[in-house]
């Protein structure tokens, strides 16, 4: 049996993975890193990920990173759960999602609002970083809201993008945004989801209201 473990941070994107292990059901060990206290800065974390960020995922101590590397990963685990996509234009529809999700919403959008100094050394301009943070997300949201179809994003099945959407979900509340009534098919999304076995799990292992 493959000897699993995530290093992950409650509320962040590593909640993805974190529902993913629970829905393979493949005992695992999970390892607190919250980003809020610098836990990913220090130096044995990055030994681990030099590039100081969770999710880390390590199968039998091979070190993966990066959400959709991750969660192929653990969806090779369990290949008949087909988290990554049943056909193969499912699979390239998931991909679609989960690098435009990585990249756009999360690296650009979250990335310009939560971490400005990724952007810019000068603190003059941060404010406006962040402004175009928030006009990325709703552009992002606004999107997501026209392409979901419920109950799950990609061939009428749970897969990897799905939890990775709550996880914006969730955010879009912490940022104060008004979900239910700007993205009435994304909330409704995001309440179905929410009552599924694996994702009751990761929320309350995490116990985090973000
Ligand atoms: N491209 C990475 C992004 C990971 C990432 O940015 N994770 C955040 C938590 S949601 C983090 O570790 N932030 C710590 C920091 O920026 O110091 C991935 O997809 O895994």
Redesign the pocket.
Known sequence: MTNIKLWH?PG???FAPHVLLHEIAAPFEVVETP?STGA??TEAFSRINP?????VLALDGEII????A?ATAISGLSPDRHLMGRTPLDQVRVYEWMNWL?GTL??QGF?CLW?PARFSDDEQAFDGIKTKGRQTISGCFAMIEAKLRQPFAVGGAFTAVDPFLLVFYRWGTAIGLEMSASYPQYSAFALALSQRVSVKSALAAENTTR
């Open positions: 941070s962040a994107c590593s980003v990913n800065l590039k100081q960020r969770v999710p990173t990066e959400l959709p991750i990585s999360h690296g990335g971490r």
